[in-house]
């Protein structure tokens, strides 16, 4: 038999519009209830045509109508419930589905393509509405009108009943088949759209790199080869679609040509009569419409799995960093940092940092310098939790950082990095990211301090300027004064600041340095140090190499001691120092 139905795993989201749904069923029933009765007028209307009376004819039209009008009436509800029900579900899924993967790690982000997931919150849960839709409204009354009609032939003439059903269940089992095909043509192909629109995703948003290395060719090359697999699997799923309205129609052609023999027969022996075979014939046809419908929607909900795979996928991931069920909430910090014996590994048995002991100050500022790779963002990702450490404790102000809530953590934790991004929406909003109020007065204050309120001010809107993909283009200075500006208004106790490698013009370099020397004060800072003079700046500086911190001190200190970090201070900083 076949495994369970992962559908199984909509209940709990289904159950809660079970009201609806059930009303929708009650008008299902009104609604299927008139189809043996219109059968049946079919053939007494066929009796009055041929008799021709007039009057009876004219009392048939009137009921017709009436029930016409009732049955529209019963289908409008069912429709519309069904409708409301379906679409509800799909966006209480949609919304645990986003509100899971916010709580989901980094390292999960980092193994997942982003256009997949989005395929999946959009795509695959709009289908998902589909399948419960159909299901309700489209499935359910197509079975109960083909018992119902079925039982009104049997009623007719259970001889030529038992015929027909010799025929349905064939197609059942040929119905069956092509849908297992179909399943697997659709799992494919969904797959291949979702690489398809990853790659989209990757290469637009890289477009700027594409044209510098004039690799356009090479991009719609990759492109268009995806995008031939998806045609193929997708045109694979069409012809077996195609193969499966050919077949069932050839049956169904069949069955009613073994229909008329049988019919002729039943009457020559006295057991059927004209009329009532009319009204039987009629019911046939009544067959039609719902084994069509069932097929499809049997196809659509074996395409349906597929896309419950992928969205129950995500919510069976555990994050892995989370609250401890008795967390506590990070009380306000002085800022006292201290790393104990740390050890990390972001995969097993490969340590990115090793050995890292030292107790920062509140208020002390600590500058990272080192090669890249040498794990100083890792370092500093570690504070906030963006991952749990391999081994050792990171305690705040003496508590375990392992053992509060992400959320009154990450409040006390700024950061302001490397890529400043923008998002859509405006300049106030941006500042205030990750509020829900927008507190004016407060963003205007924190964009002073950010040396961001002049520029902000000069805009056509203000801070209600809009910015990020569809907005006005700030300069790499001005998006840094805003991401100092974000800082700033989370008052926070420890700072985290990657400074930018690019370097900006003079001007907007000035108006940033002094922005951050504004904010550094009185608060513990880490600085991912590019520049000589944030360097000089710090109380502290941690040379780091290979995942270990080999030297620390002030600038002159470590320069005295003539060792690695003087090395790499000329290697590195010369420039910088002659400019
Ligand atoms: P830095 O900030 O000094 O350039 P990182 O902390 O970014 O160094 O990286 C330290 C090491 O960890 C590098 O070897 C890098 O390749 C590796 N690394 C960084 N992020 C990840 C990740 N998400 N998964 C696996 N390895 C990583």
């Given at each position: 038999?076949?495994?369970?139905?992962?559908?199984w795993?909509?209940?709990?989201?289904?159950?809660?519009?079970?009201?609806?749904?059930?009303?929708?069923?009650?008008?299902?029933?009104?609604?299927?209830?008139?189809?043996?009765?219109?059968?049946?007028?079919?053939?007494?209307?066929?009796?009055?045509i041929?008799a021709?009376?007039?009057?009876?004819?004219?009392v048939?039209?009137?009921?017709?109508?009436?029930?016409?009008?009732?049955?529209?009436?019963?289908?409008?509800g069912?429709?519309?419930?069904?409708?409301?029900?379906?679409?509800?579900?799909?966006?209480?899924?949609?919304?645990?589905?986003?509100?899971?993967?916010?709580?989901?790690?980094?390292?999960?982000?980092?193994?997942?393509?982003?256009?997949?997931?989005?395929?999946?919150?959009?795509?695959?849960i709009?289908?998902?509405?589909?399948?419960?839709?159909?299901?309700?409204?489209?499935?359910?009354?197509?079975?109960?009108?083909?018992?119902?009609?079925?039982?009104?032939?049997?009623?007719?003439?259970?001889?030529?009943?038992?015929?027909?059903?010799?025929?349905?269940?064939?197609?059942?089992?040929?119905?069956?088949?092509?849908?297992?095909?179909l399943?697997?043509?659709?799992?494919?192909?969904?797959?291949?759209?979702?690489?398809?629109?990853?790659?989209?995703?990757?290469?637009?948003s890289?477009?700027?790199?594409?044209?510098?290395?004039?690799?356009?060719?090479y991009?719609?090359?990759?492109?268009?080869?995806?995008?031939?697999?998806?045609?193929?699997?997708?045109?694979?799923?069409?012809?077996v679609?195609?193969?499966?309205?050919?077949?069932?129609?050839?049956?169904?052609?069949?069955?009613?040509?073994?229909?008329f023999?049988l019919?002729?027969?039943?009457?020559?022996?006295?057991?059927?009569t004209?009329?009532?075979f009319?009204?039987?014939?009629?019911?046939?046809?009544?067959?039609?419409?719902?084994?069509?419908?069932?097929?499809?929607?049997?196809?659509?909900?074996?395409?349906?799995?597929?896309s419950?795979?992928?969205?129950?996928?995500?919510?069976?991931?555990?994050?892995?960093?989370?609250?401890?069920?008795?967390?506590?909430?990070?009380?306000?910090?002085?800022?006292?940092?201290?790393?104990q014996?740390?050890?990390f590994?972001?995969?097993?048995?490969?340590?990115?940092?090793?050995?890292?002991?030292?107790?920062?100050?509140?208020?002390?500022?600590?500058?990272?310098?080192g090669?890249?790779g040498?794990?100083?963002?890792?370092?500093?990702?570690?504070?906030m939790?963006?991952?749990?450490?391999t081994?050792?404790?990171?305690l705040?102000?003496?508590?375990?950082?392992?053992?509060?809530?992400?959320?009154?953590?990450?409040?006390?934790?700024?950061?302001?990095?490397?890529?400043?991004?923008?998002?859509?929406?405006?300049?106030?909003?941006?500042?205030?990211?990750?509020?829900?109020?927008?507190?004016?007065p407060?963003?205007?204050?924190?964009?002073?301090?950010?040396?961001?309120?002049?520029?902000?001010?000069?805009?056509?809107?203000?801070?209600?300027?809009?910015?990020?993909?569809?907005?006005?283009?700030?300069?790499?200075g001005?998006?840094?004064?805003?991401?100092?500006?974000?800082?700033?208004?989370?008052?926070?106790?420890?700072?985290?600041?990657?400074?930018?490698?690019?370097?900006?013009?003079?001007?907007?370099?000035?108006?940033?340095?002094?922005?951050?020397?504004?904010i550094t004060?009185?608060?513990?800072?880490?600085?991912?140090?590019?520049?000589?003079?944030?360097?000089?700046?710090?109380?502290?500086?941690f040379?780091?190499?290979?995942?270990?911190?080999?030297?620390?001190g002030?600038?002159?200190?470590?320069?005295?001691?003539?060792?690695?970090?003087?090395?790499?201070?000329?290697?590195?900083?010369?420039?910088?120092?002659?400019?």
């Amino acid at each position: 038999m076949q495994k369970k139905s992962h559908y199984w795993l909509l209940v709990p989201y289904i159950r809660p519009y079970s009201r609806t749904i059930f009303t929708a069923f009650l008008c299902t029933l009104v609604f299927t209830v008139f189809w043996p009765i219109l059968a049946w007028l079919v053939g007494q209307m066929a009796k009055y045509i041929s008799a021709g009376d007039v009057r009876a004819i004219a009392v048939l039209a009137g009921v017709a109508a009436a029930i016409f009008l009732v049955r529209g009436a019963a289908q409008y509800g069912q429709d519309s419930l069904m409708a409301k029900a379906a679409l509800t579900v799909a966006l209480d899924l949609r919304k645990q589905v986003y509100t899971h993967l916010q709580k989901l790690s980094l390292s999960y982000f980092e193994a997942s393509k982003t256009g997949d997931l989005s395929y999946r919150l959009t795509e695959d849960i709009d289908r998902i509405g589909e399948v419960v839709n159909k299901f309700f409204h489209d499935f359910v009354p197509s079975v109960l009108q083909l018992v119902v009609v079925f039982g009104f032939m049997f009623y007719v003439n259970w001889y030529l009943t038992l015929a027909v059903s010799i025929v349905a269940p064939l197609m059942g089992v040929l119905i069956g088949f092509f849908g297992e095909q179909l399943l697997k043509f659709s799992r494919r192909s969904q797959n291949r759209i979702s690489n398809l629109s990853s790659l989209l995703t990757e290469g637009l948003s890289a477009i700027r790199l594409v044209k510098a290395f004039a690799a356009e060719d090479y991009q719609v090359e990759l492109f268009m080869e995806e995008a031939h697999q998806h045609r193929r699997s997708q045109f694979l799923a069409e012809k077996v679609k195609a193969l499966q309205f050919v077949v069932v129609g050839f049956l169904e052609a069949m069955g009613v040509i073994v229909l008329f023999l049988l019919a002729g027969w039943q009457i020559s022996e006295g057991n059927l009569t004209g009329i009532s075979f009319i009204s039987y014939l009629t019911a046939v046809a009544m067959l039609i419409d719902p084994i069509t419908h069932i097929t499809s929607d049997y196809n659509l909900f074996k395409q349906g799995e597929a896309s419950i795979d992928r969205i129950f996928e995500i919510l069976s991931v555990q994050p892995l960093v989370e609250d401890k069920v008795d967390a506590i909430a990070l009380p306000k910090v002085t800022g006292k940092v201290e790393y104990q014996n740390i050890l990390f590994e972001y995969l097993p048995n490969k340590p990115v940092l090793k050995n890292i002991n030292f107790i920062a100050k509140s208020g002390e500022m600590i500058a990272l310098v080192g090669t890249s790779g040498a794990g100083k963002s890792t370092l500093v990702n570690l504070l906030m939790r963006l991952y749990n450490t391999t081994e050792g404790k990171i305690l705040i102000d003496g508590i375990n950082v392992e053992d509060v809530t992400l959320k009154s953590l990450r409040e006390q934790i700024a950061i302001v990095p490397q890529d400043n991004i923008l998002f859509s929406g405006t300049i106030a909003q941006n500042i205030a990211f990750g509020k829900t109020d927008l507190d004016l007065p407060a963003i205007e204050a924190a964009a002073k301090i950010a040396n961001a309120h002049q520029f902000i001010t000069e805009l056509s809107q203000g801070y209600h300027t809009y910015v990020g993909e569809r907005g006005v283009n700030l300069s790499g200075g001005q998006r840094q004064r805003i991401a100092i500006a974000r800082a700033i208004l989370r008052n926070p106790g420890i700072l985290i600041l990657d400074e930018a490698t690019s370097a900006l013009d003079s001007e907007s370099e000035a108006l940033v340095q002094e922005a951050l020397d504004r904010i550094t004060q009185e608060r513990t800072v880490f600085v991912i140090a590019h520049r000589l003079a944030t360097v000089r700046r710090a109380d502290r500086i941690f040379v780091m190499e290979k995942g270990q911190i080999i030297e620390s001190g002030t600038h002159e200190e470590l320069i005295a001691e003539n060792g690695r970090y003087a090395k790499f201070h000329a290697q590195q900083f010369s420039m910088q120092a002659q400019s």
